[in-house]
């Protein structure tokens, strides 16, 4: 499979208080060496205040019904990729939060416990590896495009995973091996993360910590998940091995002529942190590092050094701090800024780290009012810390951004939470999500003044659009608005999730539709096609149904046995939103009043979003409860 090049997608913080989540790294230094560090001990779970975050996809779609599981608390992304726990496991005063949505890698991530806490994630899709037959064994190759800053072109490398001929069983509900062999055919479904990718920090299990209490730089990561032929997991059978071939990434800032040997480390999704497995020795004309494992989760290549404590203090042009930012460190490590303007991070000493603000994370500062990016004006900073150290440095924008803040204010039966942004002619602003207050904290754009658009979307689905003005001075704008599932005619309610996501349909009891019904051999038929407009939304869509009666009795006036097809359609200027039911697990009862047929349906559809200005595109289930009339007027029915 292609693992593509992704663009860095930022979303601040707005509620972070004193917290700073932590993702780090980079290069430098030498290795650490190769002994095997003793377990730290580990202490019994705890709870701690809420996370909140937005789930997105490795293209940079937001991701809906992605499972978010710490301990007993379970919760799903809704439409907008936004997500919030209440409360999270606690090991060893570590946070463990668990990611899974089917078709991705799962991902684990851990981090240091404060007060708030926000995690953006983004999964990688998996591709479905061709199976292979256990007895022959397989090379899973994995093509990656990088580009080379000291050549200057871009360049192909390859993860490479070679799995063993007869050395599977099935796995443990744990995920470890048992004894049970397995022979068949065996799916290996793998991810790797190149440490060039300007969002591995978001991509990555866990923070680059180690059992020992060590800070890692990642020279890359790879995950394989490997399945039978009746997709039970698999694992490697004791005494059996799989080797892996790590490329030398461009970004590297070692020689490693002079590194031979680098460490391997597997991700314990227990603890959330890194066990040691072993090292990959260095092949020059592989220009890669080669290593075996003895079974698979999540593999890491680091090279480990001492603990160093990096502090970033962020001001604006007038020297005022600025809270709630997010600073990238290295491409490795995420931190965001307290109410003091400071950003706080574990990062490994003797390396080279190099610290910016993304123009994305403070109004897209590095771009002019007409969206030019220019990357000299990105404020960053080198540093290299001591063992142990703990060092300040200070970074100055060349601007004070505008800060829009507020609260939504929810008089429905959901939830306040929703994803914000701010739209100005065909740019954006990154998007935040609001705490579980509905209050909610946004930089505006840093170089342009005049009239722009506040977003909210929420999780059902819905938007709400607030026109205001940018000046150079901050702003509050609060959000009233009304967002509950409702129950009846004209609804459908997406429910296999779990998520309370719903779609009205426009006009589906507020008046008589004409449509085409014939009664012949084959019993009642009704269909219609009807041009519909969804005022709330502002954007037009059609309706397009079928129905069928095969044993119709004109003397009744209720029907069950019916066969439909129900198909709704609503386009707009950010994409369309389509519901369908069809047949299996469809049940639905048409009623007569002289001239006029109503039908209500309830039961399974699908349902394909790509609505609301967001690149989502995903299929789940959906009930439907719509009631519409049907009018026989046969000269009215135009089909699409």
Not at 99 to 128: H, W
Not at 171 to 199: I, R
Not at 239 to 261: C, E, G, H, Q, W
Request: with cysteine; charged share 20%; glycine share 10%.
């Amino acid at each position: 499979m292609t693992m593509k090049k992704l663009n860095f997608w930022l979303l601040a913080s707005l509620f972070m208080g004193s917290l700073a989540f932590t993702a780090c790294s980079s290069s430098d230094g030498d290795g650490g060496g190769g002994s095997e560090p003793e377990p730290g001990p580990v202490t019994p779970p705890a709870k701690f205040a809420a996370v909140s975050g937005i789930v997105t996809s490795d293209d940079g779609s937001i991701l809906r019904g992605v499972t978010i599981t710490s301990g007993g608390e379970v919760t799903k992304s809704g439409t907008n990729g936004a997500y919030t726990l209440n409360s999270v496991t606690v090991v060893n005063n570590r946070a463990v939060i668990k990611f899974e949505k089917d078709g991705y890698a799962t991902v684990i991530r851990s981090c240091p416990v404060g007060d708030a806490l926000y995690m953006d994630v983004s999964m990688n899709k998996i591709e479905a590896a061709p199976p292979f037959d256990s007895s022959t064994g397989e090379t899973v190759q994995m093509n990656y495009s990088q580009y080379n800053p000291t050549t200057g072109s871009w360049e192909n490398v390859t993860m490479k995973v070679e799995l063993p001929a007869n050395g599977y069983v099935v796995a443990k509900a744990d995920g470890t091996a048992s004894t049970e062999v397995y022979n068949g055919t065996v799916t290996a479904n793998s991810v790797y993360l190149n440490p060039n990718e300007a969002d591995f920090a978001d991509k990555m299990p866990g923070d680059l910590t180690t059992n020992d209490d060590r800070q890692l730089v990642s020279l890359g990561m790879v995950a394989v998940d490997l399945r039978g032929s009746a997709n039970q997991k698999l694992q490697l059978k004791d005494n059996t091995t799989a080797t892996l071939t790590f490329p030398v990434p461009s970004n590297i800032k070692i020689n490693p002529a002079d590194m031979r040997y680098i460490p391997l480390w597997s991700f314990n999704e227990a603890t959330g942190v890194w066990d040691y497995e072993g090292e990959a020795e260095y092949d020059s004309e592989l220009n890669a590092y080669v290593g075996t494992v003895s079974h698979f989760s999540w593999h890491n290549l680091d090279y480990p050094e001492a603990r160093a404590a990096l502090k970033v203090k962020v001001v604006d042009s007038n020297g005022a701090p600025i809270p709630s930012l997010q600073v990238d460190i290295d491409g490795q490590r995420i931190a965001y800024t307290n109410s003091e303007g400071i950003a706080s991070c574990v990062v490994p000493s003797k390396t080279d780290l190099l610290i910016r603000v993304a123009s994305s994370s403070y109004g897209n500062y590095a771009e002019d009012e007409n969206g030019n990016y220019d990357e000299s004006k990105v404020v960053k900073q080198n540093v290299t810390l001591n063992p142990q150290e703990t060092k300040t440095i200070q970074l100055q924008m060349p601007s004070k951004a505008p800060v829009i803040r507020g609260t939504i204010n929810n008089t429905g039966g959901g939830s306040n939470v929703c994803t914000i942004w701010i739209q100005y002619g065909p740019q954006e602003t990154n998007r935040v999500i609001s705490d579980l207050n509905g209050n909610y904290s946004i930089v505006a754009p840093s170089s342009y003044r005049g009239a722009a658009k506040l977003i909210a979307l929420f999780g059902d689905g819905s938007k709400v659009e607030t026109d205001f003005t940018v000046t150079d001075a901050d702003q509050t704008i609060n959000v009233d608005v009304n967002k509950d599932v409702p129950a009846g005619a004209g609804v459908v309610v997406v429910v296999g999730d779990g998520i309370n996501t719903w779609y009205s349909i426009p006009g589906g009891t507020s008046g008589v539709w004409d449509g085409q019904i014939t009664v012949d051999e084959r019993g009642f038929t009704a269909s219609f096609y009807v041009q519909i407009s969804d005022g709330d939304k502002s954007q037009a869509g059609w309706g397009d149904v079928s129905i069928n009666i095969p044993d119709y009795d004109a003397s009744k006036t209720t029907f069950d046995n019916v066969n439909n097809n129900f198909r709704y359609m609503l386009e707009g200027m950010g994409g369309w939103t389509q519901i369908e039911s069809s047949g299996q697990g469809v049940k639905i009862q048409v009623t007569k009043n002289g001239d006029v047929y109503s039908f209500k349906v309830n039961g399974n559809g699908t349902l394909i979003d790509r609505s609301l200005g967001i690149d989502y595109d995903d299929k789940a289930p959906v009930q439907i409860s719509a009631e519409f009339s049907i009018k026989n007027t046969p000269s009215s029915a135009k089909r699409r």
